[in-house]
């Protein structure tokens, strides 16, 4: 992948201003314990799900722990480095912040991204479309990103009003609005009859401003709004309706617009073809559908309540893991980036990451055991 990015730099040296290209840029606003794009990666390509300070591979049930030598989050971790020293990481991915990235993004800036909607949904608009540029899924052949099942027991992502809050009711009002289907739609699409509409025959429809909305979210509203379409997009990190339900107010079509009866349609431009040619598939989530994968089944296993002691500690082992990963990220030999992760893995143990650990390898027997709980149940 990376000898792939240099050849893609070579063609494109430039994005539309004019600037230096690269093969990825990054920020920081999303870490969490550990740096967002690295574990991410781990995901994306190998299929494991980030798993307190690791990852857990759901089709072996085996937690990896972050520092594990050769193991997922560090292999990630090498490949930005190495993008680095080729030249081919934004300089600016630790500063810039999720704005800057965006920007990389839509100027066509930067050549891949993890995840889709950081990528091409920023980059395929219509006019990148019909000069012959777009973002599309070219998967490695050993990648095998993960699939999350639909859980029937919910999530570890809740929706909840605050004890204290002045307007309990109208709190409530907009939760059950946004978990009615046209609340579903648009938070995803935009206002109804505005961006998108049924037909006569119950099938999901786009208008042209919807449509132009979808692929690139930099469009101007119209028809009573404003601002662009991102200016009023839904910013709440969670959902209601998974994407793939089915919407009840259709005529048997989901909330997922790439399974519309209407969006399945030709080719938008010579290059969608061209993509379309050289997978065999009409649609992305097809394509994907049609890969490898790991499955990560949907449990009734959430995380388990940690002790003060030990929070104070693995705050102190996040902090030591995420700024030195940066660290790496940015070293400019492979000596300099050994010492930089060894320095890492002996600051952490001397934070208390051997006790995280250990309370991570807990909860991976209590996940593998509710994994199983559910394989006993599907014939």
Known sequence: MVDVLGQMKEICPTDDNGKTTYGVSLFNDWDGNL?????STATAYYGYDEFGFGLYDPEEQV??????????????????????????????????????????????GAFLNVFN????????????????????????????????????????????????????ELCMA???????????????????????????????????????????????MSDGYSGTFDDGSFKMNNTTWAIDSLNPDSNGETFNYRKWESFAT?????????????TGFATADEYMGSRPYKLSLGTTYSESTKSDELTVLWTQVAECIKTNSWKAIYAKTDAEYDQIVADMISQAKDYGYDECIAFQENEASLRKAAENEVKGTIK
């Open 117 to 168: 909607f950081l990528g091409s949904t920023f980059y395929n608009s219509d006019s990148h479309a019909q000069e012959g540029k777009a973002m599309y899924p070219c998967p490695p052949e050993d990648a095998a990103p993960i699939c999350y099942g639909q859980n029937i027991y919910g999530g570890n992502r809740i929706w909840s009003i605050g004890a204290k809050t002045e307007y309990p």
């Open 266 to 278: 030709d080719a938008n431009s010579d290059i969608e073809q061209d993509w379309r040619d050289k």
């Open 63 to 108: 937690f990896h722990p972050a520092l594990e030598e050769n193991g997922p989050y560090l292999t990630c971790l090498k490949f930005y480095n190495n993008l680095y020293q080729k030249g081919l990481l934004d300089p600016d991915s630790q500063t810039q912040g999720y704005d800057g990235m965006q920007e990389d993004y839509q100027n066509g």
């Open 35 to 39: 740096v967002m794009f690295v574990k």
């Open 174 to 220: 907009i939760l059950n609005w946004l978990s009615t289907p046209e609340g579903r739609m648009t938070a995803e699409y935009g206002p109804k009859d505005v961006c998108w509409y049924y037909d006569e025959n119950g099938k999901t429809q786009f208008t042209d401003l919807g449509r132009a909305a979808k692929t690139d979210i930099s469009t101007q």
